[in-house]
């Protein structure tokens, strides 16, 4: 088996390169099309993966929505959800959240060594707390995902957490939506953040896919020496 999973990055983003707005309303960048491939995408991988910081904000419930891939997963041998991993370096996670609620498959949480201590107890029949070292390491998350049958993982991001796979260079694809308009507002969330990017003008990433999704586009992007 592999030292870490395939990492495949996921995001929707304006023509300008912002994830959402500054309001409090969640900001729809997609289309009933896309989220419909974000769905077939998700039922091909073993794990999907978002920071705290997203589990606060919006709340997801991270399923696969399609009946039709979830028996097909089933018929393969393979649990009908994605084990859900977040990331959390504060352990201010509610365990009320839907992360937490919905769904069979396992949640992990990782948190760097003081803040899993505190968090186990918390979360004690909702989630596994792994201690993923101080400060938090992200070879060593990868690592036990890999060690617990993972192959491949499924990154929704925010915009922190994209950038901490990307700098760290622990993606193998990008599959980047961009939607028709712009959003203008230097106070709102971007794809990315600064940071020192190994995805470089000396090393580009390789155009392997533009799809057309109405008035959407689809570019995925293999990263690095990518593998299969």
Known sequence: MSDRPYVLL??????DGYIDDATPERLRLSSAADFDRVDAVRAGCDAILVGAGTVRA???KLLIRSEARRAKRVARGQPADLTKVTLTWSGDLDPGARFFTTGDAPKLVYAPSA???ELAPRLDGLAEVVDAGDPLSLPRVLGDLAARGVRRLMVEGGGGVHTLF???DLVDELQLVVA?????DPAA????RSGVFPQSPER???LAEATRIGDLALLRYLVGNARG
């Open 10 to 15: 996921s995001c929707a983003m304006s023509a």
């Open 58 to 60: 919006d709340d997801p």
């Open 115 to 117: 803040a899993a201590g």
């Open 166 to 168: 990307l700098t760290a």
């Open 180 to 184: 028709p308009f712009f959003i203008g």
């Open 189 to 192: 969330p971007r794809f990315v």
């Open 204 to 206: 580009p990433m390789r």
